[in-house]
């Protein structure tokens, strides 16, 4: 678009600009009509009551030494901006210490060698190679100002392994039962940790159940990623093609006006060429028309695709995901009397901002599976009942996926067992033995 505001004089932008009717999935007529010169207002952009879908999960820590939960990155993943990077903080941190000079750019060697999460990825054995032969620096001299850094905030930067990583900080912490058994854990027993193998561990460090859940809460409090607070995730921002909201108890669709483009003719141009007949700018004019009214059709697509959605998906606007129906490109296509592929190049990457959140319009189509009763269910709705029956089971008795599927079947919803697996996984919720707690 911006494109072609720059390379066409007779296309601009304005201010204010008719964006296509509000529709309602009843069909009812309840948005304002358009004024006499059929020019509608700009649609609101209002604030949107997102609600967070994802169930807070026990942390559990697995084999790659990173702590998971649903979503799969971490208890750390929701990380504010840092206004310090962690290598001005752990520079700041060595302009403070007494050291000799050397030792001093052998820290600063290590610090510009950190990964973002903090980490040594390199061996001394490999730092040293890269460095200048007429230092004649020693791998026992790099080891020294390691330890200096890993000395610093945050506590376990500078370590060459998730293990490492955890023992500096137990390492930090008072010395009492809990962390020296969780020393011992993770010194020792780390994979057994890792799946969930807490007889074994219990045998092996001859502790009791007590023990070994103290130990292990602590273990899961630590933070295998300690630079990560000091990053800067690049931020993504989604703006709604269309915006649902409840009127007078009816669902309505309105394009968001911040989405649509707002063009015009330049009326200065276009005055000129009224005078001038076979000016070079003919075509340009023949194109800025072009696309205004290309621009238009495509929203005006955009509104219909998004208003069928909502007609059939009103129970999981009203309910959430355990009420989402099965839906496919066809019948939005039949029901519109389009080609299937235009469905699905509507739905690609278009958004709609509803009460339970912000969408892909592709969210809302989905395979399903046969009901006992002859109907269907949607994948999506038997992802939400997995989620749902997890999220409530026993922590000492966590539910196979067999299981899962009995408890299905019981209410009419014939899953097989690998199905709950595959739902499972696409949940990022671990199998069985990983979720079983002490």
Known sequence: MEKYLLDNPLLEREEEYSAPAAAHGDGSDDASPPDAGGVDSPGEHTPIDDESWLDDQTASFGTSGSFDDDDGDGDYQDIQAATVSLREHLLWQLGLMTLPDRDRVLVRCLVEALDDDGYLTQSLDELVEVMPNELEIAPEELQIALNHLQHFDPTGVGARSAQECLLLQLAARPDDDACTLAQEIVGEHLELLASHDFPKIKKLTGCEDDALRAAHLLICSLNPRPGAAYACPETRYI?????????????????????????RINSLYAQILSRQRGSGLAGQLQE???????????????????????????????HGEVAMRPLVLREIAEALGLHESTISRVTTHKYMATPRGIFELKYFFGSHVSTEAGGACSATAIRALIKQMISAEEPKKPLS??????????????????????????????????????
């Not at 067992?417 to 919720?429: N, P, Q, V």
């Open 401 to 438: 996926d067999s299981q899962i599927s009995e408890v299905l079947g019981q209410q009419g919803i014939v899953v097989a067992r690998r199905t709950i697996a595959k739902y499972r996984e696409a949940l990022s919720i671990p199998p069985v033995n990983l979720r079983k707690s002490i």
């Open 239 to 263: 703006t709604p093609d269309v915006v649902v909201r409840k009127i007078r108890g009816q669902w309505s669709v309105n394009v968001n006006a911040d989405a649509f483009p707002r063009l």
């Open 288 to 318: 800025a028309r072009w696309l205004i009214k290309n621009v238009q059709q495509r929203f005006d697509t955009i509104l219909r695709v998004a208003q069928a959605i909502v007609e059939r998906q009103r129970q999981f606007l009203d």
